[in-house]
């Protein structure tokens, strides 16, 4: 079964900088839509950022104007670039992605729903 893989958490400062790479494990045709969410220890998660099949991007008002939602189509991968990084921006960042697993699949607009492992961001000094 594809899974979603997520990479690029890390201990950071305040005011530094991290990228995350969201990747399927298996073969697919492509993202329809991809969207990173966060959960800080006692929170609930919460919606970061959305990127769509067509490339528009949302960003929740709490990192819009420091994150940036990307994607390579060539690569299959999604990528979060975190700028301006705060203390509370530390939590567990999770992507979730709708999938086309084939061309098929995109021309019925069939696709499959699927969440990361997550990868762990520390904002610390």
């Known amino acids: 079964q594809v899974q979603l893989v997520e990479s690029g958490g890390d201990l950071v400062q305040p005011g530094g900088s991290l990228r995350l790479s969201c990747s399927a494990s298996?073969?697919?045709?492509?993202?329809?839509?991809t969207g990173w969410y966060r959960q800080a220890q006692g929170k609930q998660r919460e919606w970061v950022a959305t990127i769509t099949i067509e490339g528009s991007t949302n960003y929740a008002d709490s990192v819009k104007g420091r994150f940036t939602i990307s994607r390579d189509n060539a690569k299959n991968t999604v990528y979060l670039q975190m700028n301006s990084l705060k203390p509370e921006d530390t939590a567990i960042y999770y992507c979730n992605a709708d999938l086309f697993l084939s061309y098929a699949d995109s021309v019925l607009n069939r696709f499959f729903e699927r969440w990361g492992q997550g990868t762990r961001v520390t904002v610390s000094s």
């Open positions: 298996g073969s697919i045709f492509s993202f329809k839509r």
